[in-house]
Antibody, heavy 124, light 113 residues
Framework: QITLKESGPTLVKPTQTLTLTCTFS??????????VGWIRQPPGKALEWLAL???????RYRPFLKNRLTITKDTSTNQVVLNMTKMDPVDTGTYYCVHRGGGGDYSGSYYDFWGQGTPVTVSS | DIVMTQSPNSLAVSLGERVTINCKSSQSLLYRSNSKNYLAWYQQKPGQSPKLLIY???TRESGVPDRFSGSGSGTDFTLTISSLQAEDVAIYYC?????????FGGGTKVEIK
């Protein structure tokens, strides 16, 4: 079955770079149509999509954060890494790694499997 | 950005009663070439990750109880729980994936009256 698990620091200082790793199993990121993304949720607030990487290395980013985000994949280790630079307290929240369930060729995606989430606090 | 607006923000319903949650998008989510509405619904129970319930506006995800149903087209969508069970206490989110920048509604909290 498909599982995803996030790992990374729980506390980062303002201006630092956050690096989160998603380790997954039950599918291959070499398979046509597959994608892995990141979604975050500030405390008590709604969900916010951040980034998605496809099997063919195509990448999509939230436009407002595009200059701060980098998503990469390593198919040999079944991992996807998200880097977010210039962290700010408003970036505090739970970060989820997600598996693309489907969508259109030129549209966004819905997500059918989610990791347990990893909490990140940005504070000095 | 496509803005997703859910209503109500919260509701309390008796066990066994019907629950209706509304979701309105700022532009149509209907892709005319395939007649599909690019809308999904998620359930997030306290302390848990969101769970996919419905996609393409009305297709139930495998394993989701049939008391959950999705309807609507264009800009107006509805998630219905036909008979509320105790385990349905959660926050429900709609999500559009018409745009490559997917966006979520603000959530609707469902509680037991």
């Amino acid at each position: 079955q498909i599982t995803l698990k996030e790992s990374g620091p729980t506390l980062v200082k303002p201006t630092q770079t956050l690096t989160l790793t998603c380790t997954f199993s039950g599918f291959s990121l070499n398979t046509n149509g597959v994608g892995v993304g990141w979604i975050r949720q500030p405390p008590g607030k709604a969900l916010e999509w951040l980034a998605l990487i496809y099997w063919n290395d195509d990448r999509r980013y939230r436009p407002f954060l595009k200059n701060r985000l980098t998503i990469t994949k390593d198919t040999s280790t079944n991992q996807v890494v998200l880097n977010m630079t210039k962290m700010d307290p408003v970036d505090t929240g739970t970060y989820y790694c997600v598996h693309r369930g489907g969508g259109g060729d030129y549209s966004g995606s819905y997500y059918d499997f989610w990791g347990q989430g990893t909490p990140v606090t940005v504070s000095s | 950005d496509i803005v997703m607006t859910q209503s109500p923000n919260s509701l309390a319903v008796s066990l066994g009663e019907r629950v209706t949650i509304n979701c309105k998008s700022s532009q149509s989510l209907l892709y005319r070439s395939n007649s599909k509405n690019y809308l999904a619904w998620y359930q997030q129970k306290p302390g848990q990750s969101p769970k996919l319930l419905i996609y393409w506006a009305s297709t139930r995800e495998s394993g989701v109880p049939d008391r959950f149903s999705g309807s609507g087209s264009g800009t107006d969508f509805t998630l219905t729980i036909s008979s509320l069970q105790a385990e349905d206490v959660a926050i429900y989110y709609c999500q559009q994936f018409y745009s490559t920048l997917v966006t979520f509604g603000g959530g609707t909290k469902v509680e037991i009256k």
